[in-house]
Nanobody, 125 residues
């Protein structure tokens, strides 16, 4: 059973930065896609970014391009999301997600195999 443990959320002012981490364990094959979704109050869960651990290709939602950077440490089975120039619209619960595919095909909730419990990010002055 895959387990995902997130950390790094918190309260930050607009324009500030945070780095989220997600440590994965319990998987059999070391080739998967891992990344982040977020959900704001009253809104649907949306894909933010993901990365293929084997190929290294990445995906970013348009609204975070140029501000967020996803990276992975395969030896530690950990993925990071560096979030810069944060905006109030970035507020929400950020969920780590795991997909048992070698490369990125689609990054939507329906196709996720495992979820973390989420970490809250609040961007407010």
């Amino acid at each position: 059973q895959v387990q995902l443990v997130e950390s790094g959320g918190g309260l930050v002012q607009p324009g500030g930065s945070l780095r989220l981490s997600c440590a994965a364990s319990g998987f059999r094959l070391d080739r998967y896609v891992i990344g982040w979704f977020r959900q704001a109050p009253g809104r649907e869960r949306e894909g933010v970014s993901c990365i293929s651990t084997y190929i290294g290709n990445t995906y970013y939602q348009d609204s975070v391009k140029g501000r967020f950077t996803i990276s992975r440490d395969n030896a530690r089975h950990t993925v990071y999301l560096q979030m810069n120039n944060l905006k109030p619209d970035d507020t929400g619960v950020y969920y780590c997600a795991f997909q048992e595919t070698v490369t990125i095909v689609t990054w939507e909730p329906t196709f996720i195999h495992y979820w973390g419990n989420g970490t809250l990010v609040t961007v407010s002055s």
